[in-house]
Every structure is written in structure tokens, then in C-alpha cells.
DNA sequence: TTAAACTAGTTAGCATGCTAAGTAACTAGG
DNA sequence: CCTAGTTACTTAGCATGCTAACTAGTTTAA
């Protein structure tokens, strides 16, 4: 295990700023290599989240799944649906929600996509190990929790 | 040192997004408790990474100091400019290239901003050894590097 | 049963990142 | 010394996040 105190200073800087920083990278990584299918990084992320939440998905549980608000997803459905990768049906129990479905384009599209996220994971995960990759992740449920927190704090505090 | 396998799963569903999510709410709860000051996300990272590189630092070593291109950066500095927290003086050694200094008002407000700062990146990183902060931030270093390279491979593809 | 409160989704408009393309100043080669 | 290329910065306009405020169904409670 390779630990440089080094590295803990750079984080520091700007508190967050690092996280960033690598976010859009990994993003643009990914964002890049899905380009020939066309996909912006709002849409490659949305498809992925609906394969896992299964079709039949509402928008509130999406943006729930995705960590957005509702008005960012809304932008991301309607581009979806546009390129006729996904459709919305209204909800028979619940007319206010709408579920969502792949066409069969869009499943096409996602296994497409799978193949081609594998294969960028692989190399953005280079190097580190399974231990590191939970440490990693365990920190930023971790911080996730304090951040919410402290926004409560002073939220509350005005 | 606690590592629960669910979480590098959570990490894994969209790659990255677990990232930006936290990168948002960690830079919102500074935004939150910075905000009797007047700041924004990107006026107080600016501020703090010019304290760091020192006055006089010109828009080009900033931008690259935070991550970010020349015009993002712009914006920023125009607003800065405007609330008197900065000012900029043409280099006399090149006239392209303006540096950045902190007016009187600048400084009181960045010594203000980093008090805040101090508190809130404690609690940030509360429950979170030093050990693991390093861990966090050398893999953030390490996935900036592969994401580096796997945007050129991807990039010089096509 | 009907008015009040809640919830799903949308629209409008802001903040911050980006790329592409323009301007002005500097540098280098003929 | 002048043209060609480079560099520092700006402008314009896109992508994606957000909050505030709206519409339209659903639920609750008097």
C-alpha cells in the first residue's frame, strides 16, 4: 500500500476541488468513449441507472437513484426520449407519474454501452486495488454524510 | 479500518457519479456556510488557490492551479473584479498576461473565508483517519492519471 | 364531500464547467 | 524587419447541475 502524505495536502487546497476535477475527467473519459453512440454523459448515466432500477422506473425514483433533482432530469428524459431510446407511459394507478421503458433501440444502445463501460472501468480503475477502490468508496459515503449534515447545520443556523 | 464491500458497489453503478454527487454537496455545504460572505463555489475556490500561489499570479497559472480552462475562469475573475475582491494590473514584462492581487477588502474577506473553511472541512472529514484521507487521495490522484491516458487513447482513436 | 395539503412532473432562469473562434502581444525564421 | 506561429485572454454559446414557481393528480381531514 503506497500512501503519500503528499497527496493528503493536494486534497486539502481546495477541500473539494480535486474530487472535481477527477469526476470530470472520468466523465469526459467515458463521455468520450460512448461518443460514436452518440450519448452525452447526462444520458449514458440516466440509461445505466434505469437498467439497474429495472423499466417501469418513475422519474421521481430516477433522479432519486442518480442523486439529481427532478428539474436536471427532466432536460435528460425529454433528449431520451427524442432519440427514441426511451418511452414514457403514464402510470394507470398514479396519473401524475410516468414509467419509463427502453425501446428496442434503446436496449441496442445499452448493451452497446455495457460493453463500452467495461472496458473504460478497467482502465480508470488501473492500478488500484480492491482494498483501495473500498476504502475510496466507503470515504465518500462517509463524507456524503458529513456533507449533508453540515448543510443541515447551517442551513438551520440562518 | 472499516471496508464493507456494498459500498465500492455503490461506486461501481455509475463509475463516477458517486463522485460528482459528493464533489456537489461537500461544495455546497462550504457555498452554504461561506454564503453572509457573499461567495459563490467558484469566486471562493479562486480565492483560496490564489492565496495559495501567492499575489500576483496570472489568470493562466490559476486556471491550472484549479483544474480549469481560461474561460471558465474568466467569468470568475470578471465577478471578483467587480465585487473589489481582486484586482489585475497588466504585467509590464508581457502585456498579454494580467495578475491577480487581493484589495484591502479581498483580504479581509479571504481571512473570513478561510476561518469558515477550517470548520467546515472538520466536519467534513469527521470519522475519517488521516490514513484513509490518504488512501482517498492518492486513488484520486491515481484515477486522474488513467483518466488522463484513457482520454488520449480515446481521443487519438478516431 | 369538499377544501387543504401533498406529490409527480414541468418550465424558467441562474451558476459553472466546456469548446470554438477571435484579438492583441510576443517570439522566431527568413 | 516582417511574416508566421504561439500565447494570454475574451466572447459566444452549449451541457448539466440547481432553485423557485407552476400544473395537475392524489390524499387527508373537517
Same mark, same amino acid.
Do not use: N, Y
Given at each position: 500500500m503506497i500512501s503519500s502524505p503528499p497527496f493528503h495536502e493536494t486534497l486539502d487546497l481546495s477541500l473539494c476541488g480535486s474530487m472535481g476535477r477527477v469526476f470530470r475527467l472520468?466523465?469526459?473519459?467515458?463521455?468520450?468513449?460512448?461518443?460514436?453512440?452518440?450519448?452525452? $454523459?447526462?444520458?449514458?448515466?440516466?440509461?445505466?441507472?434505469?437498467h439497474h432500477l429495472k423499466q417501469g422506473v418513475t422519474q421521481q425514483e430516477l433522479a432519486s437513484s442518480l442523486g439529481i433533482e427532478m428539474p436536471s432530469l427532466t432536460r435528460t428524459i425529454k433528449q431520451l426520449e427524442q432519440q427514441a431510446i426511451i418511452v414514457r407511459r403514464i402510470d394507470s394507478d398514479d396519473k401524475r407519474s410516468r414509467k419509463i421503458y427502453f425501446t428496442e433501440q434503446g436496449l441496442l444502445l445499452l448493451d452497446a454501452?455495457?460493453?463500452?463501460?467495461?472496458?473504460?472501468?478497467? $482502465?480508470?480503475y488501473a492500478e488500484l486495488t480492491t482494498q483501495q477502490l473500498d476504502t475510496m468508496a466507503y470515504g465518500l459515503v462517509q463524507m456524503e454524510a458529513n456533507a449533508r449534515r453540515c448543510i443541515s447545520h447551517f442551513s438551520g443556523e440562518q
Open positions: 472520468c466523465r469526459d473519459a467515458v463521455t468520450l468513449a460512448v461518443e460514436p453512440l452518440g450519448l452525452t $454523459q447526462s444520458r449514458w448515466t440516466a440509461m445505466i441507472h434505469i454501452l455495457r460493453d463500452i463501460m467495461a472496458e473504460v472501468k478497467t $482502465q480508470l
